[in-house]
């Protein structure tokens, strides 16, 4: 029987991404995302996935996600928590409703999305066994200016996912989260300036941005039966940026 995976903010990046390396391994994808045309403009990249607009940080449209998921594939063997949103600023400037926006989509929606999850996952328990995989960030793990909320959220998606490890073992479902470094994304390069790039190539030891399919490669391991014995792990996918303190530009070879 082929297995099914439910990747959340899939509509493009990373997410989308993780989508297209499930769909060329054979499994039945579904997707979720929020914006709508771009959804759809995602669609011809996905042929056969299953493709539901809606809003993860909503507990009164998560249920339906899923009622989708095995109305079209009977069941779900592994879920992708990919949506994100991003909102960088001061402290100062960081208003109670930007911060709110954050952590409805960043945390919420992780915990929602697991939380609903549940039964579908469970029915694994004696056949192989599911996986939960959560994306967080290299600024969950280490702290860096104009990042309050985005940066606390992810800190708090990576305790969260020991915390499903912990709980969800003995229903052998495995929760791993995964935390990017810089990945060369079109909106990255839109607002990245050169000065930005040529900071992170000194700090990032392979001297590169990563690309979204290395992030797709660690997410589908983690959900593969190759991982099966691996749970509450945090993989960071960031080049060696957060084992590495910050170059020096003088040093740029």
């Given at each position: 029987m082929?297995?099914?995976?439910?990747?959340?903010?899939?509509?493009?990046?990373?997410?989308?991404?993780?989508?297209?390396r499930f769909m060329k391994e054979g499994w039945n994808v579904a997707v979720v995302d929020i914006d709508g045309p771009q959804l759809q403009e995602a669609q011809a990249e996905l042929p056969g996935a299953l493709l539901i607009e809606g809003d993860v940080s909503k507990p009164d449209q998560v249920p339906g996600?899923?009622?989708?998921?095995?109305?079209?594939?009977?069941?779900?063997n592994a879920l992708v928590n990919n949506a994100g949103v991003a909102d960088f600023g001061p402290i100062e400037e960081t208003s109670f409703e930007r911060w709110r926006r954050v952590m409805e989509t960043n945390l919420d929606g992780v915990f929602l999305m697991s939380q609903a999850a549940m039964?579908?996952?469970?029915?694994?328990?004696?056949?192989?066994?599911?996986?939960?995989?959560?994306?967080a960030s290299i600024s969950g793990l280490r702290a860096s200016t104009?990042?309050?909320?985005?940066g606390t959220s992810?800190?708090?998606?990576?305790?969260?996912?020991l915390q499903q490890a912990a709980e969800l073992g003995e229903h052998n479902i495995r929760c791993n989260v995964i935390a990017p470094g810089p990945v060369r994304t079109?909106?990255?390069?839109?607002?990245?300036?050169?000065?930005?790039?040529?900071?992170?190539?000194?700090?990032?030891?392979?001297?590169?941005?990563?690309?979204?399919?290395?992030?797709?490669?660690?997410?589908?391991f983690l959900c593969s039966q190759e991982a099966s014995y691996i749970t509450g792990q945090l993989l960071s996918v960031d080049g060696g940026f957060e084992g590495t303190g910050i170059g020096l530009p003088a040093l740029r070879k």
């Open positions: 082929k297995r099914t995976v439910l990747v959340t903010g899939a509509a493009r990046g990373i997410g989308l991404a993780a989508a297209k996600f899923y009622k989708g998921v095995e109305k079209a594939f009977g069941g779900l039964p579908l996952l469970k029915r694994h328990t004696e056949t192989g066994g599911a996986a939960i995989v959560n994306i104009l990042r309050v909320a985005y992810k800190a708090g998606v990576i305790q969260l996912t079109k909106l990255a390069m839109a607002v990245h300036t050169q000065d930005i790039i040529n900071a992170y190539h000194d700090a990032i030891p392979l001297n590169r941005y990563g690309s979204e399919e290395e992030i797709a490669n660690a997410i589908f």
